[in-house]
């Protein structure tokens, strides 16, 4: 069985820095892409960055972009989220997220696409 498991979050202040770990157990390779979400209080999961752990691709979403950093640790089997300057607006509960599918073209953290969910990390951003 594939599971997820997110850690890592907690309080930081505003411009400070946090990285969450999500640990990938029971797949037997390396080709599948991990997603990081976020979700605030009332509001829909949305897709962050992504990266595909076989080839390295990643995506990141306008939001985050030059500000978090996905990367992929293939020998722990851990896919790591470097959030940097972060802002209040950044609280949220994040989660991590894996699909199989795979293309050519890299990854797309589209939650409906997602197989399988880790339990969400929250983090929070004092001004």
């Known amino acids: 069985e594939v599971q997820l498991q997110a850690s890592g979050g907690g309080l930081v202040q505003a411009g400070g820095s946090l990285t969450l770990s999500c640990a990938v157990s029971?797949?037997?390779?390396?080709?599948?892409?991990i997603g990081w979400f976020r979700q605030f209080p009332g509001k829909e999961r949305e897709g962050m960055t992504c990266?595909?752990?076989?080839?390295?691709?990643?995506y990141y979403s306008e939001s985050v972009k030059g500000r978090f950093t996905i990367y992929s640790d293939n020998a722990e089997n851990t896919v790591y989220l470097r959030m940097n300057s972060l802002k209040p607006e950044d609280s949220a509960v994040y989660y991590c997220a894996l699909q199989r599918a795979r293309s050519q073209y890299g990854c797309w953290p589209y939650r409906h696409d997602m197989d399988v969910w880790g339990k969400g990390t929250l983090v929070t951003v004092s001004s």
């Open positions: 029971g797949f037997q390779s390396h080709e599948y892409s």
């Open positions: 990266i595909d752990v076989e080839n390295g691709k990643e």
